[in-house]
């Protein structure tokens, strides 16, 4: 497989709303779509949509969220055969999107337990890239160290700060993190003043900033792009269909200059749709708008 990806599935409701409602307040929902979510789910579906072969350590229950969410990801050709089934119930996310595109996620796992170290064996499977999201820390933390010792690349989603990716920061060969997760965890403002602390921890760093593209640190070569300017209905999914697509790119051996170019674009029209999972682009769409923008890359 090009890519495994380790973390969280969830099945998401998703809700248009016109505000952000206030407290003890009543309110209408213009549009709702019900599909699978989750930062590692989403990305193993990227990569499929992307023409790789994306694989997924993740937990879904034997509820009607989980069985829905299994099938849409053997729908997408996602390689399902380390999810973990159980009794406990799927996670589930609400999440109200307004107008500009904004939204809010409440996420609910109740006594979902974490993976135990022994889900996966390495020796099972050589996947070109391995994914981490952070969510599933026990397992992940020697998957990594694994996985280093093997000489495979290791990506990790650092969207925000948690005692996963506090503990898998150091441990990966990709430190590919949000605005919030580089402020929070390196105490600097300025994102150069954080990415240069992220630069000592991975040989490789990459702080997304949204709306204001990116900063990079590979060594001691550095840079930045911008971001794509695209309508934005929806930032759900976004930074999820970006490391997919990221990871994929390294697992093609593709120039850090056209990765950071190609997950940028992918993530950009994921923007465009409502839901992360119905936003995914698909290889196509990616490869004609980038050859609609022409060069971005500084």
Not at 146 to 154: H, K, L, N, Q, V
Request: aromatic fraction near 6%; proline fraction near 6%.
């Amino acid at each position: 497989m090009d890519v495994l990806c380790v973390g969280h599935a969830s099945y998401d409701l998703i809700m248009l709303v016109d505000h952000h409602p206030g407290e003890d307040e009543k309110c209408l929902a213009a549009g709702m779509w019900a599909c699978g979510g989750g930062p590692a789910a989403n990305a193993a579906v990227t990569v499929a949509r992307l023409g790789g072969s994306g694989a997924l350590a993740a937990y879904l229950g034997a509820d009607a969220y989980g069985c829905l969410h299994f099938s849409e990801l053997e729908a997408e050709g996602v390689l399902t055969d380390f999810i973990v089934r159980g009794v406990h119930p799927t996670p589930l996310s609400v999440i109200l999107v307004k107008p500009d595109g904004t939204r809010t996620v409440v996420n609910h796992r109740a006594a979902t337990p974490s993976l135990s170290a022994f889900t996966l064996d390495l020796s099972l499977c050589r996947p070109g890239v391995i994914l981490f999201d952070g969510h599933e820390p026990i397992i992940s933390s020697s998957l990594a160290r694994s996985a280093r010792a093997a000489g495979i690349p290791t990506v990790l989603d650092a969207g925000s700060l948690h005692d996963g990716t506090r503990e898998l920061a150091p441990l990966v060969d990709y430190l590919v993190a949000s605005e919030k997760f580089a402020r929070r965890f390196t105490g600097r403002d300025d994102p150069q003043l954080a990415l240069d602390v992220l630069g000592r921890l991975a040989p490789c760093a990459v702080i997304t900033l949204g709306g204001n593209g990116l900063v990079w640190k590979k060594g001691e070569a550095s840079g930045a792009l911008p971001a794509f300017s695209v309508p934005v209905r929806d930032t759900t999914g976004a930074g999820d269909v970006f490391h997919g697509t990221f990871a994929l790119g390294i697992a093609q051996s593709l120039e850090f200059p056209a990765l950071l170019r190609y997950a940028s674009a992918a993530a950009a029209l994921t923007c465009g749709k409502v839901g992360a999972r119905t936003g995914i682009p698909w290889r196509g769409e990616v490869h004609d708008f980038l050859s609609s923008v022409g060069p971005v890359f500084e």
